[in-house]
């Protein structure tokens, strides 16, 4: 079991949240500065990488989805009594775990009072909160997220999204009442586009005993600007000293107040053969080539400069793009474990820097930073930006 608390250390003008979550594992304290991210991984594993190659990489946290072991159930890996931390040689790290995929969500069969559908390898599958509690506990896990009735639809009617408030809030209820002491729940905050239901649900889950909250907007099936919109909504009605996860905003997430977020983004960049290159800038907004390289671009093939220069990873440290881009047009797995290690070193990085950034006061520029690499769609000069984030 791990202990844990989290440390609310400062908050700028608008929302930038500077803070430190503190948990044991093996008896040491362990401590993961935030804003920060749960590194995502399939089935307990960061893709591309083995275990020896994350040890190379600053990670602290990573995020477990339960649908990713459900191709039977109970699933196989329960069966181990020495907890999910052993079965997967993560000892050392803090695991979080979530029933559905934080890296995208998949329409699938409807959710009912009793169960979540879920995806697996062999099919759809129902998990009860029963169940779900009972693999928790099992694993034994730092923290879980309860479930939640999350609506991929657009436009639902205001009877399903109090319908699925109500479920959310009861299986939290539940979920509190049956989890073991030492795991630490994070209740979910739900509501979809209806501001009344987000108020709602805001409120009723700050006022039961849980560690921290997650905000999940891959249901949101609209504009960054409209997400963010919705999100606040939900984030106003909620402690400032608990920490927020949130899915599928990206870092314009920062200006509003999360603090935790996932990292699907560079697994999905390396397997389309990008190296990030995105920097935080002090003098405007880079343009969108700047964001990454395409290293299965020929014009990479005689260029010995690394990924990005002045990057300590381990792949700029000793490899070249050229070599890289051989590696890919060769087919060889070697691209995409060099690639990942970059990736989400240069990620964490950016986090490091965020961090920085804010303890300075220096925020304005992180801002117009977070417009330009992940709110495509919010189109905005930098007077419009500066309304929009203050």
Request: one cysteine or more; proline letters at 4%; charged letters at 25%.
């Amino acid at each position: 079991m791990s202990g844990f608390s989290f440390n609310l250390l400062k908050i700028t003008d608008p929302q930038f949240r500077l803070g430190r979550l503190i948990f044991s594992r093996n008896k040491h304290e362990k401590i993961l500065d935030t804003p920060n991210c749960f590194v995502y991984t399939m089935r307990g594993s960061v893709p591309h990488l083995t275990p020896d190659n994350l040890q190379t990489i600053p990670v602290d946290a990573l995020g477990i989805t339960l649908e990713h072991f459900l191709e039977a159930q109970p699933p196989s890996s329960t069966h181990f009594v020495g907890g999910i931390h052993k079965f997967l040689n993560l000892e050392d790290y803090l695991l979080f775990f979530d029933v559905r995929d934080s890296g995208k969500l998949q329409i699938i069969s409807f959710n009912t009072d009793k169960f979540v559908s879920v995806v697996t390898n062999q099919g759809c599958r129902k998990v009860t909160t029963e169940e779900y509690v009972r693999y928790m506990n099992i694993y034994n896990p730092d923290i879980f997220a309860s479930m939640a009735d999350l609506i991929p639809v657009k436009n639902p009617s205001l009877k399903r999204v109090k319908k699925s408030v109500d479920r959310t809030l009861n299986w939290l209820d539940e979920t509190l009442e049956q989890t073991k002491e030492g795991i630490h729940v994070f209740g979910v905050v739900t509501g979809h586009d209806k501001h009344e239901e987000r108020v709602r649900s805001a409120q009723e889950t700050a006022n039961r005993n849980v560690a921290g909250f997650v905000l999940n907007g891959l249901d949101l099936d609209m504009t960054s600007k409209e997400r963010l919109d919705l999100m606040k909504i939900s984030l106003k009605h909620l402690p400032k000293n608990k920490p927020r996860v949130a899915y599928g905003l990206g870092a314009p997430g920062l200006t509003i107040g999360i603090d935790i977020f996932d990292t699907s983004y560079p697994s999905e960049e390396t397997s389309l053969g990008h190296g990030l290159t995105f920097l935080i800038l002090e003098d405007g907004i880079q343009n969108e080539q700047e964001k990454f390289i395409n290293l299965w671009d020929n014009k990479y093939r005689t260029d010995f400069r690394p990924i990005l220069d002045g990057c300590k990873c381990y792949a700029c440290q000793n490899h070249t793009r050229a070599y890289i881009h051989h590696l890919l047009d060769t087919h060889e797995m070697l691209a995409t474990v060099l690639l990942m290690s970059h990736n989400l070193f240069h990620y964490l990085q950016f986090f490091k820097d965020i961090r920085k950034s804010i303890d300075n006061n220096t925020f304005t520029n992180i801002a117009k930073r977070f417009i330009s690499m992940y709110g495509n769609d919010i189109k905005m000069n930098k007077a419009e930006i500066k309304n929009f984030l203050f």
